[in-house]
């Protein structure tokens, strides 16, 4: 968790800082990825069955709390999984790389450029799709801006090699992203069917 305000505040200086810590997977898990999940989890969970989804409808849509507990969680798990995902993909990506980091080192890497994806979950306490859709498109904006300055660091390579690299990793997360946006709409839209 002390890399967050460092990822947002000064991202060169405190991806450095990463760097240097050679950090495990299970400690980065533990530490950093675990409790920023649980912010879009949490707020979703407060949102959904407090305020229920604004679709632009007269009505809003609401979950029953046991309903959004279960949702909660399995969105959980596909968060976690994401992460995994994405440091694999960054792993693949590096693979003709002379100094190619190795698996955990690009899975932490992959959970620190996500911290502005998570910290917009914040956004899920007032659950409005455009204001959703908004916030999350700055964050991913920022989390570019993140690889992009992360990765000459990460994998020794100069910026114009590094713009190439970020761009396609990038165009990666963002697929990734939708999927697992998509994988939790119909969750999400499972459990409106259940009450």
């Known amino acids: 968790m002390n890399h967050v305000w460092g990822l947002l505040a000064h991202p060169g200086r405190e991806m450095r800082d990463i760097k240097q810590e050679n950090e495990s997977v299970s400690h980065h898990y533990t530490h950093h990825v675990l409790l920023l999940a649980a912010i879009p989890v949490v707020c979703a969970f407060i949102g959904t069955t407090q305020l229920g989804w604004d679709l ?33 993909v960054i792993y693949w990506m590096a693979r003709d790389y002379p100094q190619r980091p190795d698996l955990a080192r690009c899975t932490v890497f992959a959970g ?5 994806l998570f910290i917009s979950g914040i956004v899920a306490l007032y659950p409005l799709v455009w204001l959703c859709v908004l916030v999350g498109a700055a964050a991913l904006i920022y989390t570019g801006y993140l690889l992009f300055v992360g ?4 994998l020794n390579i100069d910026r114009e090699e590094s713009l190439r690299f970020s761009g396609s990793t990038l165009a990666i997360g963002v697929l990734v992203l939708e999927v697992l ?11 409106y069917l259940l009450m």
């Open 112 to 116: 620190y450029t996500a911290t502005p």
């Open 56 to 88: 632009g409808a007269v009505q809003t849509v609401r979950l029953e709390w046991l309903n959004a507990l279960a949702l909660a969680a399995l969105f959980y798990l596909l968060i976690m999984a994401g992460v995994a995902v994405m440091g694999r």
């Open 151 to 154: 990765i000459p660091l990460f």
């Open 181 to 191: 946006l998509a994988l939790t709409v119909v969750i999400w839209g499972y459990g």
